[in-house]
């Protein structure tokens, strides 16, 4: 008789964004008549920059042709891409991180989700709450934890992010061997400090211990001294891995296309004490999983590197910061405070009530959904996630409904 992994089981019943999707789906189904704007799941909405889709017509135009046609590509990315991820992402502002040091993937998403199979099974975990939902869901898929009870898995140590640490956790008293950190963060919007990285990378140095680094929204940060890597911070190269997206930075969510760094001096060790490299074991695992990203969507990722290409996104990030300061605006009219969507698409306001029961509030009042927090962990309750990504007349549309709403 075939089994299943019983750890599904341990799971919420369905993943936070497919919830959502869920119950908004049952309330247009029930209200046709009413006209939805979604500030949910951090989704872009902007067309991609004009350097990415030139570049996807030519690329096109090399598939049809039998000499410039390719068949699969490097699993690790074309060195095309890897080289100008090297330079302008980490030569450029000082870090060094050598191309065969950067493999391409589909997304951050799948690249956090997948990094720890190359962990073992039995490592401590430290993973913040709130947090995005995938670190914690694919730990539990793997059997790293035990059940759940009051919205907390057994077997990891969360690391709360709240009000009192300004969102930003410190390193905790206890070990543990694999922590995973997002900033700008989603979903508060937070960002951290190079001496607050530094800590980090301190404690990880100490505790033998491997730091993920997620900052998918690196290309929302404004301020010029917060860190746009963790490999800024001295030492860092040999205790983090980073991911990075082109999703927010060029609107690749559909287009799919992100990158994960692993620093050849990175080790973690085997059961005999023996250092081994991360490197090797993740180049092993990608180069039997994955045949990598489509030849047309990495030259169209490459494009975002050219003069019109940089000068695009940065009009893209700028625009949907633009949304997030009336956000933000209009929460402080309505007396809720929040933080967030200064260097960060995502708005992470206080509503002081149920996070689910101001979700239906908005949804049922003002047609306007957003996330509720509770579904990014315990110290996400009493607070929802509003987006930044959507239109700007949708937007200010979705602001009035919700004051319209609230008043
Ligand atoms: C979010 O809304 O948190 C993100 O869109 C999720 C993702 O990037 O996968």
Redesign the pocket.
């Given at each position: 008789m075939i089994r299943i992994n019983e750890n599904y089981a341990k799971l919420n019943a369905s993943y936070l964004?497919a919830d959502i999707a869920r119950r908004v789906g049952a309330y247009a189904s029930a209200h046709p008549d009413k006209a939805l704007i979604r500030l949910?799941?951090?989704?872009v909405t902007e067309p991609l920059p004009a350097a990415c889709v030139e570049a996807l017509h030519a690329a096109a135009d090399e598939m049809s042709n039998r000499a410039t046609f390719k068949g699969y590509g490097p699993e690790q990315g074309y060195a095309f891409l890897r080289e100008l991820i090297s330079r302008h992402d980490y030569a450029d502002r000082g870090c060094r991180i050598e191309p065969d040091e950067i493999f391409i993937s589909d997304?951050?998403?799948s690249d956090t989700g997948n990094i720890q199979e190359i962990f073992a099974a039995d490592i401590r975990l430290a993973i913040p709450d709130p947090v995005?939902p995938?670190y914690v869901d694919t730990n539990v898929m793997a059997g790293r934890t035990g059940p759940a009870a009051d919205g907390r898995f057994e077997g990891i140590l969360y690391l709360e992010s709240t009000a009192s640490n300004g969102y930003v956790p410190g390193v905790p008293d206890a070990p543990a061997d694999l922590v995973y950190l997002c900033f700008p963060n989603?979903?508060t919007g937070a960002v951290a400090t190079k001496a607050q990285l530094a800590e980090w990378v301190a404690y990880a140095k100490r505790n033998r211990a491997v730091i993920l680094f997620d900052s998918?929204y690196e290309a929302y940060i404004r301020d010029p001294a917060v860190a746009h890597s963790i490999y800024e911070v001295e030492g860092a190269r040999d205790v983090a891995i980073e991911f990075r997206?082109f999703?927010?930075t060029a609107g690749f969510?559909g287009t799919r296309c992100a990158y994960t760094v692993v620093p050849k001096t990175l080790m973690a060790w085997d059961s005999a004490g023996r250092p081994q490299a991360l490197h090797s074991l993740w180049n092993r695992r990608q180069t039997t999983k994955t045949n990598g990203v489509s030849y047309p969507v990495q030259r169209a990722a490459a494009a975002t590197y050219t003069e019109a290409g940089m000068s695009q996104t940065r009009g893209l990030t700028d625009f949907y910061l633009g949304n997030a300061r009336l956000i933000r605006a209009a929460m402080a009219r309505l007396g809720l405070a929040c933080v967030g969507g200064e260097n960060a698409p995502?708005i992470w306001v206080n509503v002081g009530r149920d996070s689910w029961e101001f979700f239906d509030l908005l949804l049922e009042k003002a047609q306007v959904v957003c996330?509720p927090g509770a579904g990014f962990g315990r110290c996400g309750e009493g607070h929802v996630?509003i987006?930044a990504?959507n239109s700007r007349e949708n937007v200010e549309t979705a602001l009035g409904r919700i004051g319209a709403a609230l008043r």
């Open positions: 964004f949910g799941i951090g989704d997304g951050a998403k995005y995938v989603n979903p998918a997206s999703s927010k969510t995502y996330t996630r987006s990504f």
